[in-house]
């Protein structure tokens, strides 16, 4: 689906943002990749550590869950925001992954990540159709 939108933004139709509005994204973007990354190579909170005291046992267990799970979210976001920068260099940031409309410039400011329109995310948050978390060509990095 991603090839539709680079064809379709590839065809000479004007694209809505601005020089200036893709610079500013690029920077949030960029900021938040560095931010996300630095809180990444924090594992600390994941330690197993030991205690004499099974009560202490539990609580460390309950900690580190709770770490895992805020990694977890971080890296997530971080594959977000590194798919969006990639959709941006590429000329496609700013349109929808579904219907291929431009997203609002109030939605790429609230989540600059965002791949669809706010009609496509409601269709997909009722699950309509199959989410489309991040373009394949992350996993071609890993191979």
């Known amino acids: 689906m991603l090839e539709n939108v680079k064809m379709r933004a590839g065809t000479g139709r004007p694209h809505p943002m601005s020089k200036t509005e893709r610079k500013r994204h690029q920077t949030i973007l960029e900021s938040m990749e560095a931010d996300l990354a630095g809180r990444l190579g924090n594992r600390d909170g994941i330690a197993i550590e030991k205690s004499a005291d099974p ?3 539990v609580q460390f267990a309950g900690e580190r869950e709770l770490a895992i799970r805020g990694l977890d979210r971080e890296s997530n976001m971080l594959r977000r925001v590194r798919a969006a920068l990639e959709r941006l260099g590429g000329g496609v940031y700013g349109a929808c992954l579904r219907c291929e ?3 609002s ?3 790429l400011a609230a989540a600059p990540w965002s791949v669809y329109c706010l009609k496509c995310q409601e269709a997909a948050d009722r699950h309509e159709f199959e989410v489309v978390e991040a373009p394949d060509s992350f996993l071609i990095d890993v191979a």
Request: hydrophobic share 20%; no cysteine.
């Open 101 to 103: 409309e431009q997203i």
């Open 105 to 107: 410039p109030k939605r």
């Open 55 to 57: 009560l202490d046992e």
